[in-house]
């Protein structure tokens, strides 16, 4: 079946620090991806469409400027937390579909900021 | 906004069938309806999705109203692994894909 791989699955940086998250399909072209923000106790939230070869879709009150997304080839994005504080510390979580029906997920990335 | 309506969360006794209902009352001709859910601190996991017939995988059944305004997940022999929380979400094919969550139902599974 089709997988989505994420990397790192957890992450501490230091309080103005930048942290990169890899997001890759193992087994599928992707030219969309989809990243999502958890909190604790919350549901998902998301925060950004990623296209391959153009620039990001941000949802609205995402920082686009504060979480760059990199989708430079068919199998991988890149989710970057710039300037990292701690209220920025959460569960990240991407998707991708191999074809018009399901939608896999990563396995998520806990990023602790301290 | 997410454009379904579950119940916060439902108990189930192992070994027994789990319903889980979700309203979706505002459902339109195109969107599918699909199930995910979220063993705690790992990504969802898809189930099942279907349009207005009613669909069984090898992982549970959907059923869907005959005016598509509601379906029920059904989890024929629920696990003790099964303690999750499930997600009900309504998506047409041109929305980009974009899958929008509301708050889901935390199912319980208990001995």
């Known amino acids: 079946g089709a997988v989505v791989s994420q990397h790192p699955s957890r992450v501490i940086c230091k309080s103005g620090t930048s942290v990169k998250i890899e997001c890759r399909s193992l087994?599928?072209?992707?030219?969309?991806m989809f990243w999502y923000r958890q909190f604790p106790k919350q549901s998902l939230m998301l925060m950004a469409t990623?296209?391959?070869?153009?620039?990001?879709?941000?949802e609205q009150g995402v920082e686009k400027d504060k979480f760059l997304i990199n989708h430079a080839s068919l199998t991988l994005s890149t989710l970057t937390v710039t300037s990292a504080h701690p209220e920025d510390s959460s569960f990240y979580i991407c998707?991708?579909?191999?074809?018009?029906?399901?939608?896999?997920f990563g396995s998520g990335t806990r990023l602790t900021v301290v | 906004d997410a454009k379904t309506t579950q119940p916060t969360s439902m108990d189930c006794a192992e070994g027994r069938a789990a319903n889980l209902p979700c309203n979706h009352s505002?459902?339109?001709?195109?969107?599918?309806v699909y199930w995910y859910r979220q063993i705690h601190s790992q990504g969802p996991q898809y189930i099942i999705h279907?349009?207005?017939n009613n669909e069984t995988n090898e992982m549970a059944s959907l059923i869907i109203t005959e005016d598509r305004k509601s379906s029920t997940l059904i989890l024929p022999h629920a696990t003790l692994r099964d303690t999750a929380v499930y997600y009900c979400?309504?998506?047409?094919?041109?929305?980009?894909?974009?899958?929008?969550f509301g708050q889901g139902t935390e199912l319980s599974v208990k001995p």
């Open positions: 998707s991708a579909s191999p074809d018009t029906y399901g939608y896999t």
């Open positions: 087994d599928f072209q992707a030219t969309t």
């Open positions: 990623s296209n391959e070869g153009s620039k990001a879709t941000y």
């Open positions: 505002t459902i339109s001709g195109n969107e599918y």
């Open positions: 279907g349009l207005k």
């Open positions: 979400i309504v998506m047409g094919y041109n929305q980009g894909g974009k899958l929008i």
